[in-house]
């Protein structure tokens, strides 16, 4: 079985910067794509920034320029980087990844969220 644990969610001021990681554990031959979503009160999850497995990300137009997604594919984690947080920002943040346990068998993934709150 595979786990995602995330991290690194709290309180902060508008304008500010938080790094969410996101790590996977458990029976892991490969993770192909990796992502993080978010659902802010009242709203449905939305996709906020994905990466491949050879590197190419992408990004909702929401968060362009201020967010920045990554992996370490040595630790089986991905990471989240936010700088020029805004109040909108502030939903639970959810890790999402494409995961194999034997090779060419892969399935989804949710980590259980991390709440990122900011202050205006």
């Known amino acids: 079985q595979v786990q995602l644990v995330e991290s690194g969610g709290g309180l902060v001021q508008a304008g500010g910067s938080l790094r969410l990681s996101c790590v996977a554990s458990?029976?892991?031959?490969?993770?192909?794509?990796a992502a993080w979503y978010r659902q802010g009160p009242g709203k449905q999850r939305e996709l906020v920034a994905t990466?491949?497995?050879?590197?190419?990300?992408n990004y909702a137009d929401s968060v362009k320029g201020r967010f920045t997604i990554s992996r370490d594919n040595a630790k089986n984690t991905v990471y989240l980087q936010m700088n020029s947080l805004r109040a909108e920002d502030t939903a639970v943040y959810y890790c999402?990844?494409?995961?194999?346990?034997?090779?060419?068998?892969?399935?989804?993934?949710w980590g259980q969220g991390t709440q990122v709150t900011v202050s205006s």
């Open positions: 999402n990844a494409h995961v194999a346990t034997v090779p060419f068998n892969y399935d989804f993934y």
């Open positions: 458990g029976s892991i031959f490969d993770i192909n794509t």
């Open positions: 990466i491949f497995s050879g590197g190419r990300t």
